[in-house]
């Protein structure tokens, strides 16, 4: 089994900061790309920001220059500093990875549970 656990949500003020977490566990051969997606009420999951093995970044349009990707590939985490935040960042944010649980088999997709980030105004 693999697990993806996230951590870091919160309520913070317009213009504050917070950083997620992200660490995939269980039975991993290799870790691919890694990202951040999000879900506001009402709206459809979103692309935030994602980061391939190899630490090529890229970045929705709205958080670019405010959020930064980073990983720890010897720990399969993920983070997310998120500064400058704003109201309409409020969403449920999610961790993915592609990942091969064996040597020869293609990369799927995993999830975490999902943690709320809150901006209030």
Same mark, same amino acid.
């Given at each position: 089994? =693999?697990?993806?656990?996230? &951590? +870091? !949500?919160?309520?913070?003020? *317009?213009?504050?900061?917070?950083?997620?977490?992200?660490?995939?566990?269980?039975?991993?051969?290799?870790?691919?790309?890694?990202?951040?997606?999000?879900?506001?009420?009402?709206?459809?999951?979103?692309? =935030?920001?994602?980061?391939? &093995? +190899? !630490?090529?970044?890229?970045? *929705?349009?709205?958080?670019?220059?405010?959020?930064?990707?980073?990983?720890?590939?010897?720990?399969?985490?993920?983070?997310?500093?998120?500064?400058?935040?704003?109201?309409?960042?409020?969403?449920?944010?999610?961790?993915?990875?592609?990942?091969?649980?064996?040597?020869?088999?293609?990369?799927?997709?995993?999830?975490?549970?999902?943690?709320?980030?809150?901006?209030?105004?």
């Amino acid at each position: 089994q =693999v697990q993806l656990v996230e &951590s +870091g !949500g919160g309520l913070v003020q *317009a213009g504050g900061s917070l950083r997620l977490s992200c660490a995939a566990s269980g039975s991993i051969f290799s870790v691919n790309a890694m990202g951040w997606f999000r879900q506001a009420p009402g709206k459809q999951r979103e692309l =935030v920001a994602s980061i391939t &093995s +190899g !630490g090529v970044t890229n970045y *929705a349009a709205s958080v670019n220059g405010r959020f930064t990707i980073s990983r720890d590939n010897a720990r399969n985490t993920v983070y997310l500093q998120m500064n400058n935040l704003k109201p309409e960042d409020t969403a449920v944010y999610y961790c993915n990875a592609v990942l091969k649980r064996h040597p020869f088999t293609r990369g799927d997709d995993y999830w975490g549970q999902g943690t709320q980030v809150t901006v209030s105004s």
